[in-house]
């Protein structure tokens, strides 16, 4: 009797326990369904971060002062500036076609856009004609690159960030600087000659090409006359020594700019 009592004890102590784990399980369960769900966090690089700049903030000199070229791209990217073939998951800079988003507003490069940037109202790429902000946005800046003749632009300090912007300019237009409709200037003995700033291309592509000239300059055409334009090609690829070919890649875009804005000295 004592035995059966025991057995009887320790049924119903064992009965306590799996009721009691089937309630905790039930509760467990019921504050499983009713829980908050959490987010999950993945740490990656975001290469379409919101734009840092907005086009409402033209006209503000000290702001454009402040643009970088990776704002710029930000903006490019706002505004559908994408590069042909860019990878999908690619960085903002191999994604943003930024050379073009520049063109919108008749800018070549960075320098220009910041300057129209802060000198003008600018509008979505599309509502106003290029034409529209076809200004003379000279500076003192400007005025220290020097003119057609001068080489002060050769001593302006290059950054980083120059170089970044001038590598897909210069790639786009180191081939078809030539075909642009440059004048002709007459010299003796019946030759003609480009103007200045030709010549101050044709120097930085040598010297991005084949490197410091460590050639003799030439004297004289085939029929002995003074060599007027060999001279001058040979003499202001000489004015880049010690450049590197991304220095010299600026230096192009600078020049080049300089010559778009001095149509009347520079084409036809």
Same mark, same amino acid.
């Not at 089937?22 to 908050?36: D, F, I, L, T, V």
């Not at 907005?54 to 000290?62: F, H, N, P, V, W």
């Not at 055409?221 to 004015?239: A, F, I, M, P, R």
């Given at each position: ?38 987010? %999950?966090? *993945? ?5 379409? /971060?919101?734009?840092?700049?907005? @086009?409402?903030? &033209?006209?503000?000199? =000290? ?66 004609? %290029?034409? *529209? ?5 000279? /500076?003192?800046?400007?005025?220290? @690159?020097?003119? &057609?003749?001068?080489? =002060? ?116």
């Amino acid at each position: 009797m004592l035995l059966r009592k025991k057995k009887d004890k320790k049924q119903t102590n064992s009965s306590h326990t799996h009721a009691h784990t089937r309630a905790r399980a039930r509760a467990q369960e019921h504050e499983h369904k009713h829980r908050p769900h959490q987010m %999950v966090q *993945f740490s990656h690089v975001d290469n379409s /971060s919101p734009t840092i700049i907005t @086009l409402d903030e &033209s006209e503000d000199k =000290a702001r454009a002062r402040e643009l970088t070229l990776l704002e710029c791209q930000q903006l490019a990217l706002e505004y559908n500036f994408v590069k042909e073939n860019a990878p999908s998951n690619g960085t903002v800079q191999q994604r943003a076609d930024v050379v073009g988003f520049f063109k919108q507003y008749g800018a070549n490069g960075l320098s220009q856009f910041k300057k129209k940037f802060g000198s003008m109202k600018l509008y979505p790429p599309g509502e106003k004609e %290029v034409e *529209f902000y076809s200004f003379s946005c000279g /500076s003192d800046e400007d005025d220290d @690159l020097g003119g &057609s003749n001068g080489d =002060a632009f050769l001593k302006k300090p290059i950054s980083k960030e120059d170089i970044e912007e001038a590598i897909p300019i210069y790639e786009e237009n180191k081939g078809s600087f030539q075909k642009l409709s440059w004048k002709y200037i007459k010299r003796p003995g019946g030759q003609a000659i480009r103007p200045p700033d030709w010549y101050k291309l044709d120097g930085a592509v040598a010297q991005v090409e084949k490197g410091d000239n460590d050639t003799e300059c030439p004297m004289w055409t085939s029929n002995g006359s003074v060599d007027y334009g060999g001279k001058e090609q040979w003499e202001w690829w000489l004015k880049y020594k010690g450049k590197s070919a991304d220095e010299s890649k600026v230096l192009f875009v600078r020049v080049l700019e300089m010559a778009k804005k001095n149509k009347k000295e520079n084409f036809y």
